[in-house]
């Protein structure tokens, strides 16, 4: 039996949602554990395109889908997300859809918070997507969170609202000259979306232990990549929970014996939404030609994602980090126009070669990418579905990230569409 851990090795939008919902064929419980509706994954299943925030994306596969104590949840977001999968005949009811009672609750005064803090960084923002992720994980870590638990207890969360709510609007109106929120208001509405999402809160670290034990499979899904992750990502332009495949246990609530592999989505290219370094970001024609021909706008802002060259020292610090078993290397159809494509196997900093990532923001800011260059296959590979029908070019791009990242390579990404893949070695299959 096989439990796999997905996970981004760039900065977000490497394909997490397509490969998860192409393996959750294989898997009994499609389970999320970090991040919250800062996430866009992106399914097209029969030409019909699904965007889920917090909805782990094995849903669209009739499979046991958990939000684990790891995220913050926006309810009105996930009632819209469950209504909107409901009217599109998807099955999202409480016998597939299960949220942790420990995961914490965004309110209002986060997105109000997160707005507000953005705005008066001006031009020195992080570039949030605003859903107020980053002041939901302060108040988890300050211990005046609310989590589902205590939101199912009408009283209890009144007293917990009430009492918070004095210094969240001193702050929003005194400090950050924004609107304050009306604790009233608060209360009835989170009210209502307590009783919908009653049904649905269960103690989800019992659920996928038993599963286990009875020898069912997991997938855990991981949301943004490996370099917006909290602890290791370019800080402070990061997300504000930890994106590596370790979280998947303190944030499903299993351990680590339990995880058997996992797989880094890796973008044939670069990509970033928001602020932050990207040594390869391309600022010409080609950036431009990636940019339209890969559809880079965020699943979740709409917001120009920034392109550039495949950046091999990220990826071998996902491998690294991860401790990734194999890769999946999505929209490489993307870079089938291109004359030659060029992958940073190290960056030059005051003329020493680095091979691995720096942690300093300023000497990340002065390294260049060392480029190797090779020659692109200029056909459209989208109708392919075996490796060895790949144009050679194709072939050698990949075998060339195999081995700068000392990783295989298990699946390859040639469209959109769930069926636009190429299985190398699905560890899931039975
Ligand atoms: P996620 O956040 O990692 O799940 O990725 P997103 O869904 O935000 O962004 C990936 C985008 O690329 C989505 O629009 C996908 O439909 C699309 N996509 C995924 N794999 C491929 C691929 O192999 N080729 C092409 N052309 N598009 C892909
Ligand atoms: P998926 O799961 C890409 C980025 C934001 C911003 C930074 C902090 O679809 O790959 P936050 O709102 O989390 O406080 O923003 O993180 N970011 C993402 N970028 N894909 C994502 O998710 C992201 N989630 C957050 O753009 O730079
Ligand atoms: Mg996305």
Known sequence: ???????????????????????AEYADIVARFQGGNNAGHTMVVDGQQFISHLVPSGILQGKTCVIGNGLVVDPEVLLGEIDYLVGK????????????????????????????RER?????????????????????????????????????FEERVRAIMDEKNF????YLKADTVDPDAVIYEYRGYAERLRPYIENVSVIIDEAIKSGRQVLFEGAQGTHLDIDHGTYPFVTSSNTVAANACSGAGIGPRHISGVTGIVKAYTTRVGAGPFPTE????????????????????GRRRRCGWLDTVIVRNAVRLNGLTGMAITKLDVLGELDEIKICNAYEYKGQTLSEFPTNLKVLAECQPIYETL??????????????????????????????????VDIISVGPGREETIVLNNILAR
């Open 282 to 301: 391309l600022f010409d024609a080609i950036g431009d030609a990636i940019q339209a021909k890969g559809a880079e706008f965020g699943a979740t802002t």
């Open 1 to 23: 039996m096989s439990n796999l851990v997905i996970v981004g090795t760039q900065w977000g939008d490497e394909g997490k949602g397509k490969i998860v919902d192409l393996l």
């Open 89 to 116: 005949g998807v099955d999202a009811g409480p016998e597939n859809l299960k949220i942790s009672e420990k995961a914490h609750v965004i309110m209002p005064y986060h997105k109000a918070v997160d707005h507000g």
């Open 171 to 174: 702050y929003l109106k005194e």
């Open 375 to 408: 020659p692109g296959w200029k056909t459209d590979i989208s109708g392919i579905r075996t490796y060895d029908e790949l144009p050679e070019e194709a072939r050698s791009y990949l075998k060339r990230i195999e081995e700068l990242t000392a990783t295989p």
């Open 120 to 156: 008066m960084k001006g031009d020195k923002k992080i570039g949030t997507t605003g859903r107020g992720i980053g002041p939901c994980y302060e108040d988890k870590a300050t211990r005046r969170g609310i989590r589902f638990v205590e939101m199912l207890d009408a009283d209890l």
